[in-house]
Antibody, heavy 119, light 109 residues
């Protein structure tokens, strides 16, 4: 079955860095874009970043532009999100999710990984 | 930037019909999609392209659209439908593929 499993979350101080990973299985990875969506404690969903199936297109929310970098390895069916200069308001559960290229709805989501930015 | 507006909460009794709205200026031109998020779980797609239902989603869930408003309708509401519901569409800017509404908490009384 389709699986997306996030890892790499944890506690980090403001200004610090983390690398989140999304390992996938159960589908042909090369046909899908991957997107990251976060959810601050008790808040709604916020789109963070997108990478196309070929890595040709990469997009970032204004709130993370210049600090976060997304990449993918189609040979390993995985995606990384490098997060630098973390701020307190980056604290959230980060979900990895997939959609079929050409569609802008999200078909499947991982269970999320918690990032806590605190001194 | 574009926005999607949802009511913070909707309450219904079991067996009744729940309607959750989502309003935005871009909705006449862009499809909207709906996600259900139960407490402690990841979101789940329940409606895509305004009215389409993914396989495995009960027929009680339906979507409709009228002008700048899309509506998620849940008929014969059950206790298990209690969750947060989010609409999502494309952003108006070329580099913002996704925007989400603020979410609506559906309470089954």
């Amino acid at each position: 079955q389709v699986q997306l499993v996030e890892s790499g979350g944890g506690l980090v101080k403001p200004g610090g860095a983390l690398r989140l990973s999304c390992e996938t299985s159960g589908f042909y990875f090369n046909d899908y874009y991957i997107t990251w969506v976060r959810q601050a404690p008790g808040k709604g969903l916020e789109w963070v970043s997108y990478i196309s199936s070929s890595s040709f297109a990469k997009y970032y929310a204004d709130s993370v532009k210049g600090r976060f970098t997304i990449s993918r390895d189609n040979a390993k069916s995985s995606v990384d999100l490098h997060m630098n200069d973390l701020r307190v308001d980056d604290t959230a559960v980060y979900y990895c999710a997939r959609g079929r290229e050409g569609n802008n709805w999200i078909e499947s989501w991982g269970r999320g990984t918690l990032v806590t930015v605190s001194s | 930037s574009s926005e999607l507006t949802q009511p913070p909460s909707v309450s219904v009794s079991p067996g009744q019909t729940a309607r959750i709205t989502c309003s935005g200026d871009t909705l006449p031109k862009q499809y909207a999609h709906w996600y259900q998020q139960k407490a402690g779980q990841a979101p789940l797609l329940v409606i895509f392209k305004d009215t389409e239902r993914p396989s495995g989603i009960p027929e009680r869930f339906s979507g409709s659209t009228s002008g700048t408003t899309v509506t998620l309708t849940i008929t014969r509401v059950q206790a298990e439908d209690e969750a947060d519901y989010y609409c999502q569409s494309a952003g108006s800017g070329g580099t913002s593929p996704w925007i989400f509404g603020g979410g609506t908490r559906l309470t089954v009384l």
